[in-house]
């Protein structure tokens, strides 16, 4: 791939890619966007950089990446800055989503040991394992913020979501790891097992967006690019906290069901590298946040040695896409909008493209991992 995808044209549109981030605003078409509504995946506080949900956490969480990578004390400073000036401002509710932005600062905290960031990141693990509404059996119930109201949420009730595992589980991993607390590590390890026992689909190796108990089933059954995106990549972040500790049987499980994942996606992509939003449905449109996130799990698996290296030829193709997809502004393009649960395919085919924090962020992580694999 070295030789085919020069490391400079990776660079450079990396950079470019980072520089957008930290400017993201609303998009130019946001007037025609709101005439869609929720439908089509419209929710105000999804755009730009600035607001303190799960769209900016991933965003965040992609620029620390960087920054530990390039030893940036540009992007530190912004991270920093961001924290501070949102905490100044008032956080939104507590809730699934808006946990994301908390497993960038507990990481960056180990930098500034500030007591404000310190206090925020002890008391919302305490919150997570005292009072998040929990499913059946002790799922974490995926409540989320609102539409238009920070301080309210929705709860979906006795729904669970693949989203969850990126949104919450890894922070609170993270955080009983760093702390040596041991049921905060025990409870991340059970809403693993558990996601994976309710949405996981052992026909196809794939994984449903979402579980009901009220329902009793997996609603749509749609096999969805950016929810299997969050545990191609999400999963090995999370093992990789454990720097060898975690329990033997349950390791091989986890890397099972993701290897089991992977070789599902590979029969999936699609011609010109990218995944469908809907994986298995080629009408659906080829979507880059999803298929940046498969692309560096994939990558990280390669460069773990947990995949073989018949994965290559995959990644380099998704690569060569993804970059393809990068404007020369820097805006990451084909990425779809915040996509709560479907029903049908049709729910996720019509969710509206536009610029996300996430893209950005994701289509960094995936150009970071190229970097250091192919070297």
Avoid at 29 to 49: Q, Y
Wanted: proline share 2%; charged share 25%.
């Amino acid at each position: 791939m070295a030789n085919e995808i020069k490391k400079e044209l990776i660079q450079k549109k990396l950079d470019l890619v980072i520089q957008k981030l930290m400017h993201l605003g609303a998009p130019e078409n946001e007037d025609t966007l709101k005439e869609g509504g929720e439908a089509i995946g419209f929710f105000s506080r999804d755009f730009g950089i600035k607001e303190w949900d799960w769209p900016q956490g991933i965003g965040l969480y992609g620029l620390l990446k960087i920054a530990k990578m390039q030893d940036s004390e540009e992007y530190r400073t912004f991270l920093h800055d961001w924290f501070k000036e949102n905490i100044a401002q008032g956080l939104p509710s507590r809730n699934i989503n808006t946990t994301t932005p908390l497993l960038t600062l507990c990481e960056l905290n180990e930098i500034y040991h500030d007591p404000e960031f310190e206090a925020l990141c002890l008391d919302w693990a305490k919150w997570l394992m005292e009072c998040i509404p929990r499913t059946r059996e002790g799922g974490f119930q995926h409540v989320t913020s609102a539409n238009g109201d920070r301080q309210g949420v929705r709860l979906n009730e006795s729904e669970m979501w693949i989203d969850t595992l990126f949104m919450t589980v890894l922070f609170l991993n993270r955080m009983g790891q760093k702390y040596g607390k041991q049921e905060w590590i025990d409870e991340s390890i059970k809403q693993v097992l558990m996601h994976i026992k309710y949405l996981y689909d052992t026909h196809t190796g794939l994984f449903f967006h979402g579980w009901s108990f009220n329902r009793m089933d997996n609603f749509g059954g749609v096999f969805w690019c950016r929810g299997n995106s969050w545990f191609t990549l999400g999963i090995l972040d999370y093992l990789d906290m454990f720097k060898g500790t975690l329990n033997q049987g349950v390791k091989a499980f986890i890397l099972d069901t993701y290897k089991a994942q992977v070789r599902a996606l590979r029969d999936l992509q699609g011609e010109d590298g990218l995944w469908h939003t809907v994986l298995d449905d080629p009408t659906s449109y080829e979507e880059t946040s999803g298929s940046a996130a498969i692309t560096a799990g994939i990558l990280k698996g390669i460069r773990m040695g947990i995949l073989d290296d018949s994965y290559l030829p995959c990644a380099q193709k998704a690569i060569r896409a993804i970059l393809k997809n990068i404007d020369t502004d820097g805006t990451v393009l084909k990425v779809s909008g915040g996509t709560g649960m479907g029903y049908d395919r049709d729910h996720y085919k019509n969710i509206l493209i536009a610029p996300m924090a996430y893209g950005q962020s994701l289509t960094i992580l995936a150009l970071v991992e190229a970097l250091e694999t192919f070297e």
